[in-house]
């Protein structure tokens, strides 16, 4: 094959991708969307954390399970021969069902409210990496390995559904200190 041909098959794959991609937005926002609101975004360790979202089917929909989730993920950047590197790993979810199966009539719309608790720092699964002694040891970590770590945190509203799931997110904050 010629440097050519290669180039048109790259560039025809790079195209299909990003057409799927293009219609796999275009699909969720035909079906419905959801929409969270949070009156707060800053919390403390054993905060109860509340909010809101809206749900609207534009179409019908078979949904599986509609639930909130509080995700922790930890975002670790390491340089390697001058790039940087970046690793997700997700270290702590708590999950709460708002309904289970059922089935939404194009044109519903209606708000839900919602309570999670915020882990406290014991026994909560992020313990090791927000204690005294994990932040040394990410620290000596930094240093030596030029490895940067921190944790973002999240809430989540998914309506897992047949086909394409809606979906939002809003970030919030953890004050460990």
Known sequence: MSDNQIMMIIGGAVALGVIAVIAYYVAAYLKGSIKIELPETSFKPGDTLKGSF??????????????????????????????????????????????????????FNENFAFEIDVPSTAGSGVASVNSELGKVVNLLGDVFDMNTRKTEWKVEVRLDAAGVDLTDSEDVYINWK
Do not use: H, Q
Request: glycine share 8%; aromatic share 6%.
């Open 54 to 107: 809206s749900l609207l089917a534009r179409k019908p929909i078979e949904g599986n399970r509609l639930f909130v989730s509080l995700v922790a993920d930890e975002i670790r950047e390491r340089r390697e021969d001058g790039e940087t590197k970046r690793e997700t790993r997700e270290i702590y979810r708590d999950e709460k069902t708002i309904e289970g199966k059922k089935a939404y009539a194009a044109g």
